[in-house]
């Protein structure tokens, strides 16, 4: 079902701080945001600022996980391992807003 689930926008802060402050969660998962390659894949950012700003305000020490893409390596193999100590070298504007 969807019990504990609340739909919100996360470019409103108050949406966020309203949902945060009533779920008083010890982890955060943030899969949300904009995948297409356009401007309005800088909106990633404020998503996950939006969620880092409001659990500070709300004094919890979740951890906060934030979903990205292998996309922040650029261009890299099919059959090579991509490691997080991997340079980022993001190519176009969705994988840029990740790797901000």
Do not use: M, W
Not at 9 to 21: A, C, F, G, M, P
Not at 39 to 49: C, G, I, P, R, W
Not at 72 to 96: I, K, M, R, T
């Amino acid at each position: 079902g969807t019990k504990g689930l609340k739909k919100i926008n996360l470019q409103n802060t108050e949406d966020v701080d309203s949902v945060i402050k009533s779920f008083r969660p010890d982890v955060i998962i943030n899969c949300a945001g904009v995948v297409v390659n356009s401007e309005e894949s800088k909106l990633n950012l404020q998503f996950t600022k939006n969620i880092i700003e409001s659990t500070v305000r709300s004094r919890l020490h979740a951890k906060v996980i934030i979903c990205g893409s292998a996309s922040v390596y650029g261009v890299v193999g099919h059959s090579e391992p991509v490691g997080e100590d991997q340079p980022l070298v993001p190519v176009g504007l969705y994988a840029n807003s990740k790797r901000d």
